[in-house]
């Protein structure tokens, strides 16, 4: 029970990958969330800092994502955060904050969606699924240029 759990508001920024593995269905996508502040000197909403989380979802939760979800649609997202660094023989580390998504669902604050329940042993159709002339998307994060020195962003505690 010691696991950090989250309720992530933001858009989906890439399609959603849908793979059939030994162990059921796996989707993919990448997440954007970002912050919004009010400028009182412009007196405008003025957009912050983006941030990218790669969500993960399984079984029948994958199936009905890949179904429901396009690129730029507004989700809310809860689940389980996971923070992983990869080090490369040669290269920088590199972190990546994946969450692996007990529940999606469309933000209503934004708009409308239509429920729809999949009854028991109901195939749903999963748009692009292994699909040809889909690319695999891009997953890796643009590397630091070589004479650039990379400075951590600070981290808040709350």
């Given at each position: 029970?010691?696991e950090t ?12 990958v849908y793979?059939?593995l030994?162990t ?19 007196n405008?909403w003025?957009?912050?800092h ?29 689940g ?31 708009g ?6 999949a009854?028991?042993?109901e ?5 692009g ?10 997953w ?10 990379r ?8």
């Amino acid at each position: 029970m010691n696991e950090t759990m989250v309720a992530v508001v933001g858009n989906v920024a890439t399609q959603p990958v849908y793979r059939e593995l030994a162990t059921g269905a796996s989707t993919r996508f990448r997440l954007a969330v970002t912050a919004r502040y009010l400028d009182r000197e412009k007196n405008v909403w003025t957009d912050g800092h983006t941030n990218f989380f790669t969500v993960w979802a399984n079984r029948q939760l994958a199936t009905n994502a890949t179904a429901s979800l396009n690129v730029g649609d507004p989700v809310v997202v809860q689940g389980r955060l996971r923070v992983r660094t990869d080090a490369r023989e040669g290269q920088q580390p590199r972190t990546s904050v994946d969450i692996d998504a007990m529940a999606i669902g469309h933000d209503l604050a934004r708009g409308t969606s239509a429920f729809r329940r999949a009854k028991p042993g109901e195939a749903v159709t999963v748009a692009g699924a292994g699909a040809a002339g889909q690319p695999e998307p891009d997953w890796e994060t643009p590397g630091a240029d070589a004479g650039a020195q990379r400075h951590p962003e600070p981290a808040a505690v709350t």
